[in-house]
């Protein structure tokens, strides 16, 4: 049998909401409602023999934690500031856009390992493929073209993004997305928006993670995290990420390759003064790439093909690389004021060999598709990006006040080489023989194409 004496407060309480349910009223309830409060009050003071009416509470002690704004190890969903465009970081209710922003707990979660994968996952941002292994992501309308990425809040990096190769997500803590007009933010570009990549930084304490992955169509993929202080003071400290992604596909004969390699270090030059330097390298292999969809009959009828249907040969292969240098000075003037200067370099490209099928089919000779040629493409781009601003806080007119004061260039080189194979080889569609006929060899380059894009600003 219980003992009553032993009863919690909470307990005593539902055995009074039981005493009062024949008598349902809105005093008995309140009654009830009360009574924990009560016996809680009166088993802390049981001591204290003088009944004088009032009741002595023991101290209270109420503790918050201001969200930072890295992500990564939170297991936050939001984050306390975001550093995108110029400035310094700033709450999400202070920025005057609407920003979302997938943390790294997100990406966990929702296995978001490339940069396409983030954004499809975003509210207002639309995504789709373009040919020769680019892509245009799209918001309120607009296409993000390269000015309206930003790495770290660094522009002249985002032709690598969209051009080629979807950035491997291992390396980053978030991934901060501006939809509408950014000029105010981050300066010269479209009104669609503007998406920020925040790479992860070394942490004080040490720390080590495997992750592995295996999904549909043959996919494999494991990620090693590793970071911590390099020396007993902790003044210096460091991070090195790598991971292996191996995927098949729902294309026949299309499978991909992407290692990366990312380290980055931080070293405390004084009390005052903080130097990161990183290094980031990147490689993908696509082997049945193709850049063109699929026919249809000559009267527009569907031809009801396989989805896995896929009008390449087997030495069709799109290879593409990316090299990334970045380096950081940070100092603190005082308790109001800071500076900071990054400087981005990187070099990449892509090479690529494709045999491609056009032409509609004739519904009754089911004739009509050919392979129509072979496509040799070389692209090779170098770009640059600096950047150097001084803020802080100062009061008056009885007010407290934030600047920014501040420089940015950054300058892209890019050269084209394409050259083109003509071959006429029927393909028979409905069953795509991937060796109809063997890689040529590649001619001179008969297009050779050099573009150079610089900005520069004042802020």
């Known amino acids: 049998m219980h003992n009553p004496s032993r009863l919690t407060p909470l307990s005593k309480a539902l055995m009074l909401s039981q005493m009062f349910r024949s008598r349902p009223s809105m005093a008995a309830m309140g009654l009830a409602l009360c009574m924990p409060v009560a016996g809680q009050a009166q088993e802390t003071v049981a001591d204290d023999s003088n009944t004088t009416g009032t009741v002595n509470l023991a101290p209270t002690a109420i503790d918050s934690h201001y969200l930072g704004t890295s992500t990564d190890g939170t297991g936050s969903y939001t984050t306390g500031a975001v550093s995108i465009g110029k400035g310094a970081p700033q709450s999400l209710r202070e920025t005057p856009q609407s920003v979302s922003v997938v943390t790294r707990q997100v990406m966990d979660d929702n296995n978001l390992t490339s940069l396409s994968d983030v954004l499809e996952d975003t509210p207002g941002i639309t995504f789709q493929y373009r040919n020769f292994g680019g892509h245009v992501y799209t918001s309120r309308g607009f296409s993000l073209l390269a000015e309206s990425f930003l790495v770290d809040g660094i522009g002249g990096q985002g032709y690598q993004i969209t051009g080629w190769m979807q950035?491997?997500?291992?390396?980053?803590?978030?991934?901060?997305?501006?939809?509408?007009?950014?000029?105010?933010?981050?300066?010269?570009?479209?009104?669609?928006?503007?998406?920020n990549l925040v790479r992860k930084r070394p942490t004080a304490e040490n720390k080590?993670?495997?992750?592995?992955?295996?999904?549909?169509?043959?996919?494999?993929?494991?990620?090693?995290?590793?970071?911590?202080?390099?020396?007993?003071?902790?003044?210096?400290?460091?991070?090195?990420?790598?991971?292996?992604?191996?995927?098949?596909?729902?294309?026949?004969?299309?499978?991909?390759?992407?290692?990366?390699?990312?380290?980055?270090?931080?070293?405390?030059?004084?009390?005052?003064?903080?130097?990161?330097?990183?290094?980031?390298?990147?490689?993908?292999?696509?082997?049945?790439?193709?850049?063109?969809?699929?026919?249809?009959?000559?009267?527009?009828?569907?031809?009801?093909?396989?989805r896995s249907t896929n009008l390449a040969q087997k030495w069709n292969r799109h290879e593409s690389d990316m090299t990334e240098v970045f380096t950081?000075?940070?100092?603190?003037?005082?308790?109001?004021?800071?500076?900071?200067?990054?400087?981005?370099?990187?070099?990449?490209?892509?090479?690529?060999?494709?045999?491609?099928?056009?032409?509609?089919?004739?519904?009754?000779?089911?004739?009509?598709?050919?392979?129509?040629?072979?496509?040799?493409?070389?692209?090779?781009?170098?770009?640059?990006?600096?950047?150097?601003?001084?803020?802080?806080?100062?009061?008056?007119?009885?007010?407290?006040?934030?600047?920014?004061l501040g420089a940015d260039w950054s300058k892209q080189d890019a050269n084209t080489h394409q050259a083109t194979v003509t071959r006429r080889t029927a393909v028979n569609v409905f069953d795509v023989n991937e060796n109809a006929f063997a890689k040529p060899a590649r001619p001179a380059w008969q297009n050779d194409i050099d573009t150079t894009e610089e900005r520069a600003g004042l802020y």
Not at 171 to 186: F, H, T, W
Not at 364 to 369: D, W
């Open 167 to 195: 950035p491997d997500m291992a390396i980053y803590d978030r991934v901060e997305v501006l939809r509408g007009a950014s000029g105010l933010l981050v300066g010269a570009g479209q009104p669609g928006g503007a998406v």
């Open 208 to 306: 080590f993670s495997i992750t592995t992955r295996a999904g549909s169509w043959d996919q494999y993929r494991v990620d090693l995290d590793g970071s911590g202080k390099l020396n007993d003071s902790g003044t210096l400290r460091g991070r090195m990420v790598a991971a292996y992604d191996d995927s098949g596909s729902y294309l026949d004969g299309r499978d991909s390759r992407t290692p990366l390699l990312y380290g980055i270090v931080e070293a405390d030059l004084s009390d005052d003064t903080t130097l990161t330097m990183s290094l980031r390298r990147q490689e993908q292999v696509i082997n049945g790439y193709s850049i063109y969809g699929l026919p249809r009959y000559s009267n527009g009828q569907s031809l009801g093909l396989s």
């Open 328 to 404: 950081e000075v940070a100092h603190r003037f005082n308790e109001d004021w800071t500076s900071r200067t990054s400087l981005t370099y990187s070099q990449g490209g892509f090479d690529q060999n494709i045999a491609y099928a056009r032409g509609a089919v004739n519904p009754v000779t089911l004739a009509g598709s050919n392979f129509q040629g072979t496509l040799f493409r070389k692209d090779e781009v170098d770009s640059v990006g600096l950047n150097s601003q001084l803020e802080g806080n100062f009061n008056a007119f009885g007010l407290e006040h934030q600047v920014t």
